[in-house]
């Protein structure tokens, strides 16, 4: 029978849709870039988020080491300036003299922060310009106020106090002023310098957003496409399978039935092989096979089983008078005779020609004789389709211990070869024979 092609591999399921979604190699490939360009934005957002907030932390920081220094550089000037007015004060030369060295550490103070701000307004033209402008008016309150310490230490106090109200005072409100300037201008470097980076911290988020959406978009664009294929790889592998459930199904439909008629026709052959075409009954091939199993049986367990063999007499008269078509409905009368006499217990057959065998099971020598007698008599009574009454004689023998079968079916022969020799339509067993 010629087989319906099937598309479809020999592989299980999981395997074939594998290989075809090998085959859209250029789909997963652009799935997994995206997947991977996201990694590789997220990190490099991440990274650069951390640089820029760490280059405001820093320029904060420098801010804040400006003002600080600033602050104190002016704070040591005020110092400067109030120890100078406590040496003009103060009458007691210890106190004086503590107040002078107050007032030449306060100087140092004043030129250390000055210095350490120039280095760090360093290449900045704006801030190099305030500390110029710092160094100027140093320039001229520094030589004022040791002028007026000098001036105290030699007694011309009115004279310090005149200049110190008149002259540095003025210059160290200038200098506040220039401070308070320069301090609000730093203030306001570090808050653009803030707003600048959360603003590009902001737009960095935003990339990473627009970005992020659209490979989202994108992997969702190709997680539909790869859906699809894979949905309609997927009904055409349920297709694929229901035809091969169906054809499968068929053969093996087809092969049980195929199947059971070889057993339907193994049975027939055997039933043939084992079976008298003519009269049913069992053949003689069969008989001869029961016979060893009913002797194993009886050297096992002792069971007795009787065995008749009985002839039809006169049945070559029968032939020649009626035919032999007559004479084969004779022994096929018999053979009904037989099957409705003997009970389950008995195993009929045809041993050759007119001649017919019964097994009896669970059958002693005096069971045997009473049953083949009674069927003796149900023969001579019985009318034949011939219209003419006929008869039988049987030879009966029971089995003994370690008889061989064919020495037990000979002692049967010989009794039936007694009760033909002696008139016929009788039984005899072999002692009777004797």
């Given at each position: 029978m010629k087989t319906k092609s099937i598309e479809q591999p020999d592989e299980n399921r999981l395997s074939w849709l594998a290989r075809n979604l090998y085959n859209q190699w250029w789909i997963l490939a652009a799935f997994l870039f995206s997947?991977?360009?996201?990694?590789?934005?997220?990190?490099?957002?991440?990274?650069?988020?951390?640089?820029?907030?760490?280059?405001?932390?820093k320029m904060a920081n420098l801010q804040y080491e400006k003002l600080h220094n600033l602050l104190n550089l002016h704070l040591s000037g005020q110092n400067r300036t109030v120890n100078l007015s406590l040496i003009l004060m103060l009458e007691d030369p210890f106190e004086q003299d503590k107040a002078m060295t107050a007032f030449y550490q306060s100087g140092r103070n004043y030129t250390i922060?000055?210095?350490?701000?120039?280095e760090l307004v360093q290449g900045d033209p704006t801030e190099m310009h305030w500390v110029d402008q710092i160094n100027a008016m140093a320039k001229i309150t520094g030589p004022l106020q040791d002028r007026i310490a000098n001036m105290a230490l030699d007694d011309q106090r009115a004279q310090g106090i005149e200049l110190l109200t008149h002259e540095v005072i003025p210059q160290l409100n200038t200098f506040s002023e220039k401070v308070n300037d320069f301090s609000r201008d730093q203030a306001q470097d570090t808050k653009q310098l803030i707003t600048e980076a959360k603003h590009q911290v902001d737009n960095m988020v935003h990339v990473i957003i627009i970005f992020t959406l659209l490979i989202v978009f994108t992997s969702v664009v190709l997680a539909f496409i790869i859906g699809r294929k894979f949905l309609r790889m997927n009904q055409r592998l349920n297709q694929a399978n229901e035809t091969l459930e169906k054809e499968v199904e068929n053969r093996t439909r087809k092969l049980y039935e195929t199947k059971e008629a070889l057993l339907e026709k193994n049975r027939i052959l055997e039933e043939l092989s084992i079976t008298d075409p003519l009269t049913q009954l069992y053949n003689r091939l069969k008989m001869e096979s029961l016979l060893e199993t009913f002797q194993q049986e009886f050297e096992q367990k002792n069971t007795p089983f009787s065995l008749l063999l009985i002839d039809l007499d006169f049945f070559k008269s029968i032939n020649d008078s009626f035919g032999h078509n007559q004479g084969d409905q004779v022994l096929i009368e018999l053979s009904v005779c037989l099957k409705l006499f003997f009970n389950e217990n008995a195993h009929l057959g045809r041993w050759g020609g007119e001649e017919f065998i019964v097994m009896?099971?669970?059958s002693d020598l005096t069971i045997a004789e009473q049953t083949a007698d009674a069927f003796r008599k149900l023969v001579e009574d019985h009318e034949f389709s011939i219209?003419?009454?006929l008869t039988v004689s049987i030879g009966i023998a029971s089995i003994k211990p370690n008889e061989p079968i064919a020495e037990f079916i000979h002692r049967a022969d010989m009794a039936l070869y007694s009760a033909k020799h002696n008139g016929r339509n009788q039984i005899r067993t072999e002692a009777s024979a004797k």
């Open positions: 997947v991977a360009l996201v990694i590789i934005m997220a990190i490099s957002a991440q990274r650069l988020t951390e640089r820029t907030i760490d280059n405001a932390a922060h000055r210095d350490k701000l120039a009896m099971e669970n219209a003419k009454p």
